[in-house]
């Protein structure tokens, strides 16, 4: 009896170390699998740090009012639709539309939010100018046919069918939020007709939103912290490339709405006429950060010509690639809000002011993924995060810090890609 007893003890302390043993063992392949985890995350971002440091010039092209479905609602395999739905519950095909259209779209944040209608999109046939005579504009898309070398770029480098406007309204926020991860409030345009800022009359405001939506009015300057000040104080260049005031396309110049760039050196050492960029590219004279903004009929702001409009972007590309900074340049082209177009998905809401509809972006750049199409979520802010994270750059608010970087739409690893020269097209 007392043998059995003894046995069983010594039985239940062999199987009780080898529990612990057992455990410990697995704790130890735990530790070993999390260590291997965190050095292969290191030995990544150490890639990925090195890799971007072939970028030595980014370049910000923004153009006007067009969402993804407008655009590339039938590039094959992107996230696009044929139709929508609209106010009724019907779903609808959505149209052919023309180069020029009839008229411009509401597309203010009132209007945003009533198309988008809570998630559902199902509502821009309301919006002003989106449904007349049952003509469904905002209901439209154009086809490879009509935009082929915008086809061309997505096919041959990056198109991210998951970009989103920063702000649900339209262009003058928005354009800040390019250079700022912030619009200071504001969210919609300013009152004044063709400047809108600081240097607007007197008589100019803009409505602007607090964080719990209290709307007031307030002269459109804005003091607020920019990634070219940032640039500027660790000695890295930059220019801003617009239309001058008095040209067509000035409204769109966002450093204009920046007391502190506006009114002092910043402004005439730095912001130059949109045609310097030809030049600066052509030669090899772009700086480390540029943003490149171009006249009204160039934009492809609705009733401008599409046509005339990418012909326009192809230019500018070919002067990039065919110049001496090609092989260390990162292109993000994009549309600085919906216009009133339909998009089919839903916009993340992350605070009052966003995100607003999907608009199209293209990544050109010799280390973008070839034939990629990125799913993952962007919005301006996460082209100024890229920036940051190239030149060791602090994010200027919880956007850019927040936002994801684009990293995944690069291989810096890769055979840098040729460039693609393309010819302008005869336009209708």
């Known amino acids: 009896m007392k043998i059995r007893k003894i046995l069983a003890i010594a039985m239940s302390s062999i199987f009780a170390t080898s529990l612990v043993l057992f455990s410990i063992g697995l704790a130890s392949e735990k530790e070993e699998k999390e260590r291997h985890r965190r050095e292969e995350k290191e030995e990544g971002q150490k890639r990925e740090e090195h890799g971007l440091r072939k970028i030595q010039h980014i370049v910000y092209i923004i153009k006007e009012n067009r969402t993804f479905d407008n655009y590339f609602g039938k590039f094959p395999g992107a996230e696009g639709a044929t139709s929508g739905t609209i106010s009724t519950g019907k779903v609808i095909p959505l149209g052919q539309a023309p180069d020029r259209t009839p008229r411009d779209i509401a597309h203010s944040f009132q209007a945003a939010l009533t198309a988008m209608d809570g998630g559902k999109m199902d509502k821009f046939d309301l919006i002003g100018g989106g449904n007349q005579n049952g003509d469904f504009l905002a209901y439209t898309q154009y086809t490879e046919a009509d935009i082929p070398n915008y086809f061309a770029y997505a096919s041959h480098f990056v198109l991210a069918d998951h970009m989103f406007s920063s702000l649900h309204g339209p262009s003058f926020p928005n354009h800040l939020y390019t250079v700022g991860a912030q619009s200071g409030g504001a969210i919609n345009n300013p009152t004044s007709s063709g400047v809108w800022g600081c240097d607007a009359p007197n008589t100019s405001s803009v409505q602007v939103m607090d964080n719990v939506g209290n709307i007031t009015r307030q002269f459109p300057c804005f003091d607020f912290q920019t990634i070219a000040d940032t640039l500027e104080a660790r000695g890295l260049t930059w220019k801003y490339y617009s239309p001058m005031k008095g040209e067509s396309g000035y409204i769109w110049s966002a450093l204009d709405a920046i007391d502190h760039i506006r009114n002092t050196s910043l402004w005439t050492d730095h912001v130059v006429p949109t045609a310097q960029f030809v030049d600066d590219a052509t030669n090899g004279r772009l700086p480390a950060v540029s943003w490149l903004v171009v006249s009204a009929d160039k934009t492809e702001h609705p009733p401008a010509s599409v046509c005339v409009g990418a012909n326009w972007t192809v230019q500018q590309l070919n002067a990039m690639m ?13 549309w600085d809000d919906f216009g009133g177009f339909y998009d089919h998905v839903p916009p993340p809401q992350v605070d009052n002011f966003g995100f607003g509809p999907r608009v199209p972006l293209l990544i050109v750049s010799p280390y973008a993924k ?5 799913h993952t979520f962007y ?9 940051e994270e190239r030149f060791g750059l602090p994010p200027l608010t919880d ?7 684009m990293l995944d739409s690069f291989d810096f690893d890769q055979r840098p890609l040729p460039p693609l020269i393309l010819e302008q097209r005869q336009c209708p």
Do not use: M
Request: no cysteine; glycine share 6%.
């Open 322 to 334: 065919q110049g001496p900074d090609w092989k260390s340049t990162a292109v993000f082209l994009t």
């Open 370 to 374: 070839q034939g990629f199409i990125s």
């Open 379 to 387: 919005e301006f802010s996460s082209v100024l995060k890229f920036i």
């Open 399 to 405: 956007r850019d810090s927040e936002a994801n970087d």
